[in-house]
C-alpha cells in the first residue's frame, strides 16, 4: 500500500541530503542553458565537485526553441566534436553547416550532465555572491519563487572555489559584482555591459574570446560574456555557446591542476 507520509519523507530527506552536501564545493555554474551545460559536464568529469543551479524549473535555456520555436539546432562545422561527444547525431548542408534536433541536443546535454554526477538545484537563484579577501568565494542563493514574490525571506550560502556565470543576456552574477566591487582589479576589466546587435560571424567568435575570469573565482560564459564585454549576439547557431562552456571548464580545471601539483 502507497503511503503518502514515507513518499514525504524520501522526498524531504533526500534532498537536504543532497544540499548538505553542496554547501561547500569546488565549483557552482549559475544557468542551465548550453554554455552552463557544457561548463558542468567538463568540470564534473575532471573530478571536480561540480554543482549547477536554475532558476527556472528545467534546464537547456534558449536551445528547446531553436529559432522562433523552429526546434532545429545549427552549428557550425568548429563544434563537430563536441556534438560526436554528447553522441549528438547530425547532418551536414552543403556549405558545411551541422543540424540537429534541439530537443535531441538539449536532451543529451542535459543527460551528460547527469550521468558526470553534476549536483543540480533548479528554481534556485543566485541573489549574491560571498566574498573574501578580493575573491568571490561563493554564492547567496534563494528559491526563485521567493524572488518573484517579493517575500523577505534571508537566504543560504554556498561556498565554492569558483563561480561560472552562465546566465545568458541577463549575466546576473556579473551584475551583482560589478555594482559591489569597485577594486582596481575589477575597473581594470575591459568591460561595457552593452550587447551589441547581430552579427553571428563576429558573435561566436567574440563568445569564446569573451569567455574567461571577470574577477578572481568569477568565470563568464556564454551569451552572458558577450553582454558583460560588449560583444554581438548571434541568434539561433549553438557552436559558440557549447565551446565557450568548454573553455571556460578547461581553464578552471588547469587552476585546479596547478593547485594539486603545488
Known sequence: MLEEKRISEIIINSFLKKLKQCVNCDVIVVGGGPSGLVASYFLARAGLKTVLIERKASLGG???????????IVVQESAKALLKEFGVPYTCTEDGYLIASAPEVTSALILAVCKAKVEIFT???AEDVMVRGNRISGLVVNWTPVEIAGFHVDP????????VDATGHDHSV?????EKMTTQLLTKMKYTLKEKGMNAELGEKEVIR????LFPGLYVTGMAANAVFG??????????M??????????????????RKS
Not at 560583444?231 to 559558440?240: A, L, N, V
Not at 557549447?242 to 593547485?259: H, P, Q, T
Open 62 to 72: 534558449g536551445m528547446w526553441g531553436g529559432g522562433m520555436m523552429f526546434n532545429t
Open 123 to 125: 528554481f534556485v537563484t
Open 156 to 163: 543560504l550560502s554556498l561556498k565554492a572555489q569558483y563561480v
Open 174 to 178: 556579473c551584475k551583482v559584482v560589478m
Open 210 to 213: 569573451n569567455s574567461k575570469e
Open 231 to 240: 560583444g554581438h549576439r548571434m541568434g539561433p547557431i549553438f557552436g559558440g
Open 242 to 259: 557549447l565551446l565557450s562552456g568548454e573553455k571556460v571548464a578547461n581553464n578552471i580545471i588547469r587552476k585546479f591542476n596547478r593547485y
